[in-house]
């Protein structure tokens, strides 16, 4: 069964990058068809997709966090990674990473992991 | 502000039908992308409930079903039960903000 943990550090000072990262288990990040993403849940913005990743490494990013936001994989691990730059205490949220299908009109999250919060604090 | 509006809060006694309603835009619902719909239990990650405007994984009970028309989009739970209880989210494809979500709705089950 597929799984996903997301690790890094819970307090990250302003101004400062985010740094995460998602390990996968249970199966293949190289596998066709499916991407790789970070979605963030803070109280009272609901649920924000922050970018995905293909395991060729083709990336795609919110338009609005696009300026801060990297995320990378690397298949020799299983793992793919989300640094988010310049943080201020709006980028405190519970952080999730997911497995998505696109397909077509086929847009997805299929798997999530257990998430990770992050607060953003002096 | 969230790309797709829905309530921010419904509710219903057991056994009945409640309906939570998800309205978007030509650019991601209209734009004829499909409509996935999350439920998030307290304190857990949210979990796919209906993806591609109305299938379920395997797992998800019947009582759950999802629509769409236009630029709008539907979730009914018929035979409500206390373990509904939760928040549940819409989300499609914007064709310029790529993945988007709803605000969420609160079902309280009274």
């Known amino acids: 069964q597929l799984q996903l943990q997301e690790s890094g550090p819970g307090l990250v000072k302003p101004s400062e990058t985010l740094p995460l990262t998602c390990t996968v288990s249970g199966g293949s990040i190289s596998t066709s068809s499916f991407f790789w993403g970070w979605i963030r849940h803070s109280p009272g913005k609901g649920l924000q997709w922050i970018g995905s990743i293909y395991y060729s490494g083709s990336a795609y990013y919110n338009p609005s966090l696009k300026s801060r936001v990297t995320i990378s994989v690397d298949t020799s691990k299983n793992q793919f990674s989300l640094r988010l730059s310049s943080v201020t205490a709006a980028d405190t949220a519970q952080y999730y990473c997911?497995?998505?299908?696109?397909?077509?009109?086929?847009?997805?999250?299929?798997?999530w992991g257990l998430g990770t919060q992050v607060t953003v604090s002096s | 502000q969230s790309v797709l509006t829905q309530p921010p809060s419904v509710s219903g006694a057991p056994g009945q039908k409640v309906t939570i309603s998800c309205t978007g835009s030509s650019s991601n619902i209209g734009a004829n992308y499909d409509v996935n719909w999350y439920q998030q239990l307290p304190g857990t990650a949210p979990k796919v409930l209906i993806y591609?405007?109305?299938n379920r994984p395997s797992g998800v009970p019947d009582r759950f079903s999802g629509s769409k028309s236009g630029t709008s989009a539907s979730l009914a739970i018929t035979g409500l039960q206390a373990e509904d209880e939760a928040d549940y989210y819409c989300q499609s494809y914007d064709l310029t903000l790529k993945g988007v979500f709803g605000g969420g709705t609160k079902l309280t089950v009274l």
């Open positions: 591609n405007n109305n």
């Open positions: 997911v497995r998505h299908i696109w397909e077509l009109t086929h847009y997805h999250f299929d798997c």
